[in-house]
């Protein structure tokens, strides 16, 4: 990817250029696209048809399922700070490993977060969740198997549109703690 607001060039969709949000905005997709032209991030915006699910938007958008980047709500439980959740960003071809994620975080035991505190917390509908947390009670694991593509996409706290997203800016603007959370 080359220059700031430019789509992949392994994308496909209808690209449009940083700043201007399509219609269906909300806030999170928002905040998140300011996030990134404030950051000067390198990315592009791509509309689709409405998809959730990791592997039916990663052949939308037209890039290895390696490169999606799949953010679960985590609970973690047990341990010395009591329960508390955390955004878990794995490759899309990878799974969550809950007890990576509990030992991590000092906790005894891990679950997916019910939808409604999931939704919440990452102010996104279930199936867009972004892998940035502009909630204070959320803090962000990223594995490092995500670092492995130059690019990464994700939905845009929206269901038709992504972001393809340098993974250099990614890790700069959203600085997660990078440890191996997916199996």
């Given at each position: 990817m080359s220059g700031r607001a430019q789509a992949a060039e392994t994308a496909t969709g209808?690209?449009?250029?940083a700043g201007e949000v399509p219609?269906?905005?909300?806030?999170?997709?928002?905040r998140l696209l300011?996030?990134?032209?404030?950051g000067g991030a390198r990315f592009g915006l791509l509309e689709h048809p409405p998809e959730g699910q990791t592997v039916r938007?990663?052949?939308l958008r037209g890039h290895p399922l390696a490169a999606a980047a799949k953010c679960m709500i985590v609970t973690v439980a047990g341990g010395v700070s009591g329960e508390r959740q955390v955004l878990a960003?794995?490759?899309g071809d990878r799974r969550v490993d809950l007890d990576g994620v509990a030992r991590e975080c000092g906790g005894l035991r891990a679950r997916l977060a019910?939808?409604?505190l999931a939704e919440r917390l990452s102010g996104c509908v279930s199936g867009s969740i972004i892998p940035?947390?502009?909630?204070d009670d959320l803090s962000v694991l990223a594995d490092p198997g995500l670092f492995d593509q130059p690019t990464l996409y994700?939905?845009?706290?929206?269901?038709?549109?992504?972001?393809?997203?340098?993974?250099?800016d990614y890790r700069a603007l959203a600085n997660p703690l990078v440890v191996r959370i997916a199996s």
């Open positions: 209808t690209a449009t250029v219609a269906g905005g909300n806030v999170a997709s928002v300011r996030l990134l032209e404030e938007a990663s052949a960003v794995v490759p019910d939808r409604a940035f947390s502009f909630h994700f939905n845009a706290a929206r269901l038709d549109l992504s972001v393809a997203l340098a993974a250099a």
